[in-house]
């Protein structure tokens, strides 16, 4: 990556002062969560948007379970948020076992209910294992999914990336053609899969630029907490979790608060050093729990807006 002399002088900044020191809060953060199964998880998940809503999100988004297993809970929290909170809602969909028609329903269920941003993805298989199987009359990847809803009205679309290539694609050139044509198809911005090292992101977003993509391109942060359950979610897109993470992790399997502290602490340094590449917007895998993604938001700079007006009064 080659960087402008900002760059460099915020580089410099970040090497030769407190990691953390007076940022700008110049940082949007954007946050996702799944549908909940029971009600103490849908208290759990509620507590959690409250406690992030003061740090003024782009958006929040609410994941869709393979085949539509969550079609319901996922529409129920999309529409709650909207109804009830002033943060933009977005809503997960996926080709996964669905004619065009289905899904394309669900999206004007959707616009009827206030929501105007989709994340559309082409999903996995519902069953673990197998490769992705398009339905005759579905639609066959993401990209058309894009082109199906921008037909159906003008929602703000955002789609996946993977910095270090999906596990279905046969080469990285292959898996930039797939992401350029989804935003070709009406896309707006591309939000990244996890990753645990600047330099993946960093390689990705400059691949990315020559391959013609000029898009808004996120990355999306997974602060860990649970190396076994990462190390699931990584096997399936592709993500690598570097051996030195595990190390850090081994003997706190007992030790739950060491276990958040010591993940804040890797996700917020990978989030210090993307800033000073020049990235300024965030979007958090939040697992429907606050506490790590606000500590790390708290260390970007961000404040509550209302502390922010408080302030100014």
Known sequence: MTLS????????RAIDAPLFADLAGDAAVSFEFFPPKTAKMEETLWEAVQTLAPLAPRFVSVTY?????????????????????SIPAAAHLTCVDASRDEILDVARAYWEAGVRHIVAL???????????QARPDGFANAASLVGGLKAVAPFEISV?????????????TADLDNLKAKIDAGANRAITQFFFSPEAFFRFRDAAA??????????????????????KF???CGASIPAWMDRLFEGLDDHPAARQLVAATIAAEMCRRLYAGDVRHFHFYTLN????????CHLLGKRPVETLKEEAA
């Open 5 to 12: 002399l900002n760059q460099m002088e915020e580089a410099r």
């Open 65 to 85: 379970g393979a085949g539509g297993s969550t079609r319901e809970r996922t529409h129920a929290t999309v529409a709650r948020i909207a109804r009830e909170t």
């Open 122 to 132: 082409r999903g996995d298989s519902p069953q673990a294992g197998t490769r992705f």
């Open 160 to 172: 996946a990336a993977y910095p270090e290539c999906h596990p279905d694609s046969p080469d990285v």
């Open 210 to 231: 020559a391959a013609g993509i000029s898009a808004e391109i996120v990355p999306g942060i997974l602060p860990v907490s649970n190396v076994a359950q990462t190390r």
């Open 234 to 236: 990584a096997g399936m």
């Open 289 to 296: 729990r606050a506490e790590l993604s606000y500590a790390i």
